[in-house]
């Protein structure tokens, strides 16, 4: 039986996430304690602190898999309006040079506030991590879509990278791998899409989105009545 693309990776990740929180929580916990065993001025709390960091990068990319492993999974969509996940999404990034322009009237979808919002965040964050220094958000309805893309004036993506840049722990910064492939299964999972296009400079992602039409199609219905 052939497995839907992702699957393998899907469930790799899971596996990994389960097995491998428990033992890392209980690092950290440890840490915690010896943290508070250590006077003031020890030279080792530099040491401590070090540890401290790699536990808490092991446990960023914890949840990375975790979040890729049941990226299909969500059942919590809800209507609402990206236009206002959008703005709460990127008044969390803190960055003065992070551009977002909006339509005038609500472009609702059917999503998982939080899951869709972490696809949102990969694509922001690794615009940043790559070296730009100033991203642009555009949204707006088009043809039963939302069209959402996220420009950045960084380096651009490698061609070596572009053909299998959204597949599983392909990376060019040396991270995990995962923010762009989560991305996209997030985004699937809302019968949405997510592409690079083809730009002179800079990157530029483009995300597709079904709007939400039921009120749409009752409101067309109740008129012919």
Known sequence: ???????????????????LRNPLASAMV??????????AGDPRGAF?????????????LL???LDFGRAAESSKHEALDLRELLDQRCGQQAKPTLALRLPIDPVTIEADPGLLGRAI??????AFAM?????????KEDGGRA?????DDGPG????LRDNLFKPFVSGRGSSGLGLALSRELLAAHGGSIELEATVTGACFRILLPVKVEQEAELAVATSL
């Open 147 to 151: 069209v959402l893309r996220i420009r």
């Open 63 to 65: 949840s990375s898999y």
């Open 48 to 60: 401590l602190q070090r540890a401290r960091t790699d536990l808490e990068r092991l446990s960023s």
């Open 30 to 39: 440890s840490m915690s304690v010896v943290e508070e065993m250590t006077a």
């Open 1 to 19: 039986m052939t497995l839907p693309a992702g699957t393998s990776e899907r469930r790799l990740c899971a596996i990994l996430g389960h097995e």
């Open 131 to 139: 070296g730009a220094e100033r991203v642009e958000v555009d949204l």
């Open 121 to 126: 965040d990969n694509v922001l964050e690794n």
């Open 157 to 160: 993506v490698p061609a070596k």
